[in-house]
């Protein structure tokens, strides 16, 4: 059981716009910490996609974007692209582990 | 560019002791900038924080994994490392190491290509 939860799986057509949500707690998100995301194509090691809740690495597609409010942020992807398709891992600190967490995952599927 | 790079046996007998390297190129771990981190994804799961260590060495650990782990760091090989006791199958992932950008605030980039060990008799 992850401490931050997102949903398994999600999935749209090529051209439309996905988000992907990323719930935490008091003690973490809530807290004010930031929250970042991360892809994670097949086989490879994930790559960093959002840091401090809504900015992009340089090379990274405007196609991306995070936002976050309460307990709680989502990572939109527009435009849907075949390459888009991955696994989207959220990331954050929790004051009461004393420590990073990760949420479980979200397989993106581009139908 | 900084680069990481784990290195260690990709199998590991039950009840043993895991040990990996990262090996930092680009860079430095004694930047006080950055401390850096051990990552680990069991095979078709999610990613699990192991720990992370400042040059200084200080460390944080996984409280369900803090009784297992010492993770250490040798800045004058530019190398930080990670040991975990008592492996079960459990253990078996891949393992990764990355930088952790700006402390209680941070994201973990870059990461190293990860390294698969297998806990087996």
């Known amino acids: 059981q992850s401490v931050l939860t997102q949903p398994p799986s999600v999935s749209g057509a090529p051209g439309q716009r996905v988000t992907i949500s990323c719930t935490g707690s008091?003690?973490?998100?809530?807290?004010?910490?930031?929250v970042h995301w991360y892809q994670q194509l097949p086989g490879t090691a994930p790559k960093p996609l959002i840091y401090?809740?809504?900015n992009r690495p340089s090379g990274v597609p405007d196609r991306f974007s995070g936002s976050k409010s309460g307990t709680s942020a989502s990572l939109a992807i527009s435009g849907l692209q075949a390459e888009d398709e991955a696994d989207y891992y959220c990331?954050?600190?929790?004051?009461?582990?004393?420590?990073?967490?990760f949420g479980g995952g979200t397989k993106l599927t581009v139908l | 560019q900084v680069q990481l790079q784990e290195s260690g046996p990709g199998l590991v007998k039950p009840s043993e002791t895991l040990s990996l390297t990262c090996t930092v190129s680009?860079?430095?771990?004694?930047?006080?900038?950055?401390?850096w981190g051990w990552i680990r994804q069991p095979p078709g799961k999610g990613l699990e924080w192991i720990g992370s260590?400042?040059?200084?060495?200080?460390?944080f650990y996984n409280p369900s994994l803090k009784s297992r782990v010492t993770i250490s760091v040798d800045t004058s090989k530019n190398q930080f490392s990670l040991k975990l006791s008592s492996v079960t199958a459990a253990d078996t992932a891949v393992y990764y190491c990355?930088?952790?950008?700006?402390?209680?605030?941070?994201?973990?980039?870059?990461w190293g290509q990860g390294t698969l060990v297998t806990v087996s008799s």
């Open positions: 990355a930088r952790l950008h700006g402390s209680h605030q941070g994201w973990f980039d870059p």
């Open positions: 680009g860079g430095s771990v004694s930047n006080s900038n950055y401390y």
């Open positions: 260590i400042y040059y200084s060495g200080r460390t």
């Open positions: 008091s003690s973490n998100i809530g807290a004010g910490y930031d």
């Open positions: 401090g809740n809504t």
């Open positions: 990331q954050s600190y929790d004051s009461s582990l004393s420590g990073w967490v």
